[in-house]
C-alpha cells in the first residue's frame, strides 16, 4: 500500500507538471521569436534609415560606410544583414557568399519590402540549407521605397534560447518530483505505520489478548476515528467473551450441585426399590425437588442470556397498566401468607422498555419480597414520574440488606439466605432486562425497615 500511495502521488504531481509546462514551453517559444523578430524589425529601420542616404549617394566612400556598419552590427549581433536597391540588387551585404550586383528580388520577403511591406517570419533557405528566420524593412525616400533591408537569424537561435528555458524549467520539474517524492513517502511511510500498528493490535487481539488496544493519538483523524472504532470495538467484545466465561463458569458450577445431588438419589432409589419402597419413595420426592430446582436454574439461565443479547428492541408500555395487572396477579398467593399488595401508581406512566422486561423485573421484585417479609406486613408497587427516567418500585417492611449485600446484591448466583428456593439469578437477570431497556435498577434500605428494590426505565 506505502509504494502504491508514492506511486499515485508522484503520478498526480507528473500530470500537473506536464499541465502546466507543456503550453509553458510553447509559449516561451512563441515570446522568444517574437522577441528576435521586434529586436530585427527595430534594427533593420536603423540599418534602412543609414542606407538611405548612401543609396540615394550611390558613391564608393558612402558603401564603404554602410559596409562598416553592416559588418559591425553582424558581428555584434550575428545577424546576417542584406541590402538592396529598389530593383532589388544587392549593394551591401555581411556575407562574402552574397555578390554584390546579386538581384535578390527572387526573395518574396525583398519583393515585399520593395513594396513597402514589413515582412518577418520563417521558412527554409535552400541557399544555407537550414532553416531561417528573418525581417524585410524597406528603406524609404519621402513616399519612394529606394531598396529594402534583410536581416536573417538561424532558426535554432530560437530554438536553442527556448532549449536553454526548457532546460531550466526540466531542472525545476526534477527538483519537484523529488520533493513530491520525499513527501509522498514521508505521508504513505505515516499512513500505513499506524495501519500497520492498527493490523498487530487486531492480530494480537485475535491472538486471545482481549486488553489490547489501538493507539488513538496522532495520525490522521481518519485513522483516529478507526482506532477508536476498533477500541470501542474491542471493549464490547472483551465485555461480551468475559460475560459468556462467567455465564458458563457459573452455570457448571450451579449446575453441577442439583445434577450430582438428583444422581445419588437416584442411585439410592435403585437400591432400595425392592427393600424398602417407602424409603424409595421418598428418595423420589427428593429427586423431584432437585428436579425443579434444576429446571428453574435452567430457566433462569436461559431468562439471563437472552436478556445480554444486543439489538433488542424496546417498545412503548404503560407502565401503570402492568402494575396494576401484575398486582392482581400477585395479591392472592400474597394473602396466603397474611400479606398486602398495594400500588401507588398515576393514571397513566409510558415508558420504554423490551418486550415483557417490566413484567418479570417486577416479579422478581415481589416475589423476593414474599421471601422475607413478615405476615401481616404490605408490599408496596409506586411510580415515580418527576424525573427524568420513571421510577418503578416495590417497597417491602422486611429486615433490609447489610452494606455488603446491597453491594453484590445483582451478581449472578447470589442469594441472601441459603435456606431459600431460588436460583440466585432473579435480580441479576433484573439488571440485564433494565440496562438491554435503557434504564438500570437498584437496592437501597428504607427508614427505619424494609428495602426498595427499583427499576428506572426512559419515559416515552
Known amino acids: 500500500m506505502k509504494w502504491r500511495l508514492v506511486a499515485a502521488l508522484l503520478g498526480l504531481t507528473l500530470v500537473v507538471l506536464l499541465v502546466h509546462d507543456i503550453p509553458l514551453v510553447r509559449y516561451l517559444r512563441t515570446v522568444e521569436n517574437d522577441r528576435i523578430v521586434t529586436a530585427l524589425e527595430r534594427d533593420s529601420f536603423v540599418i534602412a534609415g543609414r542606407s538611405e542616404e548612401i543609396l540615394e549617394s550611390d558613391g564608393a566612400i558612402a558603401s564603404t560606410y554602410l559596409d562598416d556598419i553592416i559588418s559591425t552590427y553582424s558581428s555584434k549581433s550575428g545577424a546576417r544583414v542584406l541590402v538592396t536597391d ?26 515585399d519590402a520593395l513594396t513597402g511591406q514589413v515582412t518577418s517570419g520563417r521558412r527554409f533557405s535552400s541557399t544555407l540549407n537550414h532553416e531561417i528566420l528573418y525581417v524585410a524593412v524597406p528603406v524609404l525616400n519621402g513616399n519612394r521605397t529606394i531598396g529594402a533591408v534583410r536581416l536573417t537569424f538561424p532558426a535554432s537561435v530560437v530554438d536553442d534560447a527556448v532549449s536553454a528555458r526548457l532546460h531550466g524549467i526540466s531542472t525545476v520539474a526534477g527538483i519537484t518530483l523529488l520533493v513530491a517524492a520525499l513527501v509522498a513517502l514521508l505521508l504513505a511511510v505515516g499512513i500505513t505505520r499506524r495501519l500497520t500498528k492498527l493490523k498487530d493490535v487486531t492480530e494480537e487481539f485475535s491472538d486471545g489478548n482481549f486488553a489490547i488496544r489501538a493507539e488513538i493519538d496522532g495520525g490522521a483523524p481518519e485513522i483516529q476515528t478507526l482506532a477508536r472504532s476498533f477500541n470501542t470495538m474491542a471493549g464490547q467484545l472483551e465485555k461480551l467473551i468475559g460475560q459468556q466465561r462467567a455465564f458458563a463458569g457459573d452455570a457448571s458450577h450451579q449446575l453441577r450441585t442439583p445434577l450430582t445431588a438428583l444422581t445419588l438419589r437416584l442411585e439410592r432409589v435403585s437400591e432400595l426399590l425392592i427393600e424398602n419402597p417407602q424409603a424409595a419413595a421418598e428418595r423420589l420426592d427428593a429427586a423431584m425437588v432437585e428436579t425443579d430446582r434444576l429446571q428453574r436454574l ?9 436478556s445480554e443479547a444486543k439489538g433488542v428492541e424496546t417498545t412503548r408500555q404503560d407502565a401503570s397498566a402492568v402494575v396494576r395487572e401484575r398486582a392482581d396477579n400477585w395479591d392472592a398467593l400474597a394473602a396466603e401468607q397474611s400479606v398486602k399488595i398495594a400500588i401507588s401508581v398515576p393514571s397513566e406512566a409510558p415508558v420504554y422498555a423490551t418486550s415483557g422486561a417490566l413484567e418479570q423485573i417486577i416479579d422478581n421484585y415481589v416475589d423476593n419480597a414474599l421471601e422475607i417479609v413478615p405476615a401481616g406486613s404490605t408490599i408496596t408497587i409506586s411510580i415515580n414520574t418527576e424525573s427524568d427516567l420513571t421510577q418503578i418500585s416495590v417497597l417491602d417492611e422486611g429486615p433490609g440488606l447489610s452494606e455488603a449485600d446491597l453491594l453484590k446484591a445483582f451478581n449472578r448466583f447470589w442469594r441472601a439466605r441459603s435456606d431459600t428456593h431460588g436460583s440466585g439469578l432473579g435480580l441479576a437477570i433484573v439488571e440485564r432486562l433494565a440496562e438491554a431497556s435503557g434504564g438500570y435498577a437498584e437496592l437501597r434500605n428504607r427508614e427505619p425497615n424494609g428495602l426498595e428494590a427499583s427499576v428506572y426505565l426512559p419515559k416515552a
Open 298 to 306: 435452567v430457566e433462569g439461565l436461559l431468562v439471563l442470556s437472552r
Open 86 to 111: 529598389s530593383a532589388g540588387v544587392v549593394v551591401a551585404t555581411s556575407d562574402e557568399s552574397d555578390n554584390i550586383g546579386t538581384s535578390f528580388l527572387s526573395r518574396q520577403e525583398i519583393a
